[in-house]
């Protein structure tokens, strides 16, 4: 437990909670990344615009991240490509084909206390976790 | 022109609060996932505290009749647990356990155009782009009768 971080976690956790109720408030949509995401990959559809700018505006705020807090974009040394790209498949496939991720499913559907996210989130925590213990203590 | 403005705004805001919390860091995010090793209970707190503003903004904000900036709130009404909903979320768990990004991270790391991220990156959108045509396929079958 020597890495926690608990003031950092809470006050980020703020604004992402923040942002995904402004997201509601002024366009009445839900922040989930992958669904706004893959909306942009149905192209015939009006509402492209606001969702490029809620991308172009994560990877905006990544570049200011990069300037003023560098430390948040630390990689692991281990990890090979095939990794990332077998990973990057699961994760895209994955969440169209649940209809969401940690933020559309985690954030916003557990704060709507829908029971569909809620088995969802179970679901992801719980593959997730264990393919952790099978590559750390497994493998 | 206005929804454009405040989405990218809530953006950036949103990317802020991954990268404060710690969720851009691959490695952070595995030591979550890790509870039988060195377990960093970090982003338990992420998502308590987000969850719990969310819940309580969503509260108030459903109060009202219709968003600011657009017509009406379009929220999924959808309430049936079913095996896609759930087999997808375990392929995402796969994924995100392997690497330690989920979408919006990664899309925030972007910017720091480390070779991994960027591999992530471009096969979570051929994974995305995979389903679309799986979808398509799928349905050009079912509506033609053979």
Redesign the interface.
């Known amino acids: 437990?020597?890495?926690?971080?608990?003031i950092?976690?809470?006050?980020?956790?703020?604004?992402?909670?923040?942002?995904?109720?402004?997201?509601?408030?002024?366009?009445?949509?839900?922040?989930g990344?992958?669904g706004i995401?893959?909306g942009l990959?149905?192209l015939p559809r009006g509402d492209i615009?606001?969702?490029s700018?809620?991308?172009?505006?994560?990877?905006?705020?990544?570049?200011?991240?990069?300037w003023q807090?560098?430390q948040?974009?630390?990689?692991?040394p281990d990890?090979s490509?095939v990794?990332?790209?077998?990973?990057?498949?699961?994760?895209?496939?994955?969440?169209?084909?649940?209809?969401?991720?940690?933020?559309g499913?985690?954030?916003?559907g557990?704060?709507?206390?829908?029971?569909?996210s809620l088995?969802?989130?179970t679901?992801?925590?719980?593959?997730?976790?264990?393919?952790?213990?099978v590559?750390?203590?497994v493998l | 022109m206005?929804?454009?403005?405040?989405?990218?705004?809530?953006?950036?805001?949103?990317?802020?609060?991954?990268?404060?919390?710690?969720?851009?860091?691959?490695?952070?995010v595995?030591?979550f996932?890790?509870?039988?090793?060195?377990?960093?209970?970090?982003?338990l707190?992420?998502?308590?505290?987000?969850?719990?503003?969310?819940?309580l903004?969503?509260r108030l904000?459903?109060l009202r009749r219709?968003?600011?900036?657009?017509?009406?709130?379009?929220?999924?009404t959808?309430?049936?647990?079913d095996a896609?909903?759930?087999?997808?979320?375990?392929?995402?768990?796969?994924?995100?356990?392997?690497?330690?990004?989920?979408?919006?991270p990664?899309?925030?790391?972007?910017?720091?155009l480390?070779?991994?991220?960027l591999?992530?990156?471009?096969?979570?959108?051929?994974?995305?782009?995979?389903?679309?045509l799986g979808e398509k396929w799928h349905n050009g079958r079912a509506v033609t009768p053979r």
Request: aromatic share 10%.
């Open positions: 437990m020597e890495h926690f971080t608990p950092s976690a809470i006050l980020g956790g703020l604004l992402i909670g923040l942002a995904a109720a402004g997201l509601l408030l002024f366009n009445g949509r839900i922040a990344v992958s995401l893959g990959l149905d615009s606001w969702r700018a809620f991308v172009a505006g994560l990877v905006s705020g990544g570049l200011l991240l990069l807090y560098p948040a974009f630390v990689l692991p990890n490509y990794t990332y790209a077998v990973a990057g498949l699961l994760v895209g496939y994955g969440t169209r084909l649940g209809s969401g991720c940690t933020s499913h985690g954030v916003c557990i704060g709507r206390m829908s029971p569909r088995a969802a989130v679901s992801f925590m719980t593959s997730a976790m264990l393919t952790v213990f590559v750390r203590h | 206005k929804q454009t403005l405040a989405a990218f705004l809530l953006g950036l805001l949103f990317a802020l609060g991954l990268g404060i919390s710690g969720m851009t860091q691959p490695q952070k595995i030591a996932l890790d509870v039988t090793g060195d377990w960093d209970p970090s982003l707190l992420v998502m308590a505290s987000a969850t719990l503003v969310y819940l903004c969503y904000i459903t219709a968003p600011l900036l657009a017509e009406k709130f379009s929220l999924s959808a309430r049936h647990i896609r909903l759930i087999a997808g979320s375990v392929l995402f768990g796969v994924g995100w356990g392997l690497s330690g990004y989920c979408p919006g990664a899309l925030v790391a972007l910017p720091g480390a070779p991994a991220t591999v992530f990156v471009a096969s979570m959108l051929a994974g995305m782009l995979l389903f679309k």
